[in-house]
């Protein structure tokens, strides 16, 4: 049986720290790490391994993410593949895949796929759908377990236990060849031995150019999408009460201060048809506030 | 992929990546050594504080030429000013140099920040041939028929042997303790360091320091600040920001109750101080222990198959006109790897052979500098040197420039009122004078 997991490399949140003086985040301050969810996926790989399997890491990022695959290497993994090009400018989830799914293909496609559902930093926890749609093989998100008995190695079926809104488990199954989205945390990633992690400081990572692959930059293009700007909160501009300005001075100053409540000696709304007397309630909300005032 | 034996063996493991360490694994790899720098760090620097400015630029200008040029430097101090303070006064010698040295190269000192400064040195060490492996903590020393052989790392099947293990693992050696050559410290003899990073514009350093361009500031401060536990202040320009921060003797911390952060607030907030941080803002915080006695607590230097450098070794020259530990360490690093090379040359790494270690260390001036000054810190870092005439300087200052119809006093009696007013006994004043004249003088 061969696997395969998906590790993403990313800024370790921990050291995310904003410049106070240019008000962005300190990209030289920060390090990297291996997704958490990605960490639970690759450990799973490892102790799901039979004897005769293969465990393959795959990585689409720049050189530095290199460290992070010998260091896969080093808990156990028997390949990694990393996937960069020049080309690439953007590692959304869309191109990642696109990515992800040719080198599965370039380096013989495996029996199962392993996938964190979530990275730290992006997280829009798409991958593994859209890997499942470029490879058109079955997904299971949100995974919490999943198990292999011998039997049904042979018969390449798979049990899954799905994770559902208020701690609900779904216990379903699915055939292989297929791809599973891990939760965060499940278990840690095994110590590497000091031997295995001196032995793959040095080795080298094969890296697969959108040549290799067969892509085109053309490949890559998906306009479907554009982030134009992200922009904090902005809490809706409240209305102050004020008090009303034909009435004396002394009076205005005890509206004021009974904060409201003088105000509330209130008005019976006894006659009218019925549309006249909800426009007189929106009025009296908008007056004091409680509504916004039509533009 | 490269396999290696299972059972490695380096000719030097060099423990802690800090100055002395990546100084000691550069040059013991440039002279064709097998070497292994251990880091417990995610990277070398992560763990690592100090002030920081790198004076001994020329030291490593012979290792590595003009290395300012592609190291992570930020200013280079060409003035230094040395302050006076009374809890309302400064009085500050000023000390400017625009000569050859200084301003120019190799010059003098630079501000640094040790993360980024550690990290590079460390790849030069990489760069030339040493085996980096960070994220490994040591946890003990390998013995064999009494000697020292290897070093075990925190993690499965983590015994590494060498021929030479080099201790450069800080302050409070743990390897050093562990190979029985450090007793335990006691408190009077360290201090604690506490600081801040302060981001500023640099255009507003320039303008508030009177600098231009490149040029840094090294400022420290003596007297009231630290109200009365033993020590000190420092404030070093930056790029793009301030370092600044309080060390107190930790015995006398102890005992006055006083805590390490409300001296840093007391010290932002001092008159003279609070104009040169204000507007800034908060990066960093760190603190750490330094050994600042010196020639009194440094360990035994070497035994069978064992040396030690930099902090782990004492070597941090805090004698009140000097504040310097990174050049020591990298000398001593130095020193520790032509030790290492010629035992390797020689194939003896007994206590014997490595015990010209401390011929390479007086060559280095390392051993001749804190036996010069060795009679410096016991008393420079007690109460009176550091605390009490600085105090009285800037007193003094006060009364000689005030101008409120009284007579003016000569120099001579207003001292002597001061004396009168301090608790100091004449001859306590002499035994002092007479020490800082041994210490600095002759």
Same mark, same amino acid.
């Given at each position: ?32 790490? $291996?997704?958490? +969810?990605?960490?639970?996926? *690759?450990? #799973? ?7 005769? /399997?293969?465990? =393959? %890491? ?45 080198? $599965?293909?370039? +380096?013989?496609?495996?029996? *199962?796929? #392993? ?7 992006? /997280?829009?926890? =798409? %991958? ?53 989205? *891990? ?113 | ?442």
């Amino acid at each position: 049986m061969r696997i395969a997991v998906c590790l993403k490399y990313v800024p370790d949140p921990g050291t995310i720290e904003v410049d106070p003086l240019t008000g962005l985040i300190a990209a030289d301050r920060l390090l990297y790490m $291996l997704n958490p +969810a990605d960490e639970s996926a *690759l450990e #799973l790989a490892l102790r799901l391994r039979p004897p005769q /399997g293969t465990v =393959t %890491v795959f990585n689409v990022g720049p050189v530095e993410a290199d460290r992070l695959l010998q260091e896969a290497l080093a808990a156990g993994a028997d390949a990694a593949v990393r996937v960069w090009d020049s080309a690439i400018s953007s590692t959304k989830p869309m191109i990642t895949t696109i990515l992800l799914a040719a080198a $599965l293909r370039a +380096a013989e496609l495996p029996d *199962l796929v #392993l996938c964190g559902g979530h990275s730290v930093d992006r /997280g829009s926890g =798409t %991958v593994p759908a859209l890997l499942a749609e470029h490879l058109g093989w079955p997904v299971v998100t949100e995974v919490t377990q999943f198990e292999m008995q011998p039997d049904e190695l042979q018969s390449g079926r798979m049990r899954v236990q799905r994770r559902l809104a208020r701690g609900a488990r779904a216990e379903s199954e699915v055939t292989l060849p297929a791809i599973l989205g *891990l939760e965060t945390g499940l278990v840690h990633l095994r110590q590497a031995s000091l031997p295995s992690l001196m032995r793959v400081k040095h080795t080298p990572i094969p890296l697969y150019g959108l040549e290799e692959l067969g892509l085109s930059p053309q490949d890559l293009h998906f306009p479907a999408m554009t982030l134009h700007e992200v922009m904090p909160p902005r809490p809706r501009a409240r209305v102050m009460f004020t008090p009303d300005c034909h009435r004396s001075a002394p009076e205005r100053v005890a509206q004021i201060l009974s904060a409201g409540v003088a105000g509330k000696a209130g008005q019976i709304l006894d006659s009218g048809t019925p549309e006249q007397q909800a426009d007189a309630i929106i009025d009296f909300l908008r007056q004091h506030g409680f509504l916004e005032k039509s533009p | 992929m490269t396999a290696l034996p299972a059972k490695e063996q380096f000719d030097v493991i060099v423990v802690g990546a800090g100055p002395a360490g990546s100084a000691a694994a550069l040059l013991s790899a440039r002279a064709g050594l097998k070497v292994l720098l251990l880091e417990r760090g995610e990277y070398p620097g992560a763990k690592n504080v100090s002030g920081a400015v790198f004076y001994g630029s020329a030291i490593l200008n012979q290792l590595i030429p003009n290395w300012w040029e592609q190291a992570p430097v930020e200013r280079y101090i060409c003035r230094r000013d040395i302050a006076f303070m009374s809890p309302t006064t400064a009085v500050a010698l000023d000390f400017r140099c625009a000569g050859s040295g200084y301003a120019t190269a190799p010059y003098n000192g630079f501000s640094v920040l040790r993360p980024k400064f550690d990290r590079w040195l460390a790849a030069q060490a990489e760069a030339a041939g040493a085996f980096l492996l960070t994220s490994a903590v040591v946890d003990d020393v390998l013995w064999d028929d009494g000697r020292v052989v290897g070093v075990r790392v925190r993690r499965e099947q983590g015994e590494i042997y060498g021929k030479v293990v080099i201790a450069c693992d800080g302050v409070n050696s743990f390897l050093a303790k562990k190979a029985g050559l450090q007793r335990e410290f006691h408190a009077h003899e360290l201090s604690l360091g506490v600081k801040e990073v302060i981001g500023l514009d640099p255009a507003i350093i320039q303008d508030r320091f009177h600098l231009t361009g490149n040029e840094g500031i090294a400022f420290e401060y003596l007297g009231a600040i630290t109200e009365d536990v033993h020590g000190g202040a420092f404030l070093y320009t930056n790029r793009d920001s301030l370092s600044l921060g309080v060390i107190g003797q930790v015995s006398s911390l102890v005992e006055r109750r006083k805590r390490p952060y409300e001296l840093l607030e007391r010290f932002k907030a001092h008159p003279a101080v609070a104009p040169l941080v204000r507007g800034g803002k908060l990066r960093e915080y760190s603190a750490h222990l330094i050994p600042e006695s010196g020639w009194a607590m440094q360990p035994k230097l070497y035994t069978d198959g064992l040396l030690v450098a930099g902090d782990a070794a004492g070597f941090c020259l805090a004698a009140g006109l000097y504040l310097e530990g990174m050049n020591y360490a990298i000398q001593s690093g130095l020193a520790a790897a032509e030790t290492a090379i010629a035992a390797c040359r020689r194939g003896n790494f007994s206590a014997r052979s490595l015990a010209v270690y401390r011929k390479h260390l007086k060559q280095r001036h390392v051993s001749t500098d804190f036996r010069a000054y060795r009679h410096a810190p016991s008393f420079v870092n007690g109460p009176r040197l550091q605390n009490l005439y600085p105090e009285m300087i800037a007193r003094s200052m006060e009364q000689i420039f005030r101008v409120d119809g009284a007579p003016k006093r000569k120099i001579l009696p207003l001292a002597y009122r001061m004396v009168r007013q301090s608790e100091i006994r004449p001859g306590q004043l002499l035994r002092d004078a007479y020490q800082v004249a041994r210490a600095y003088l002759w």
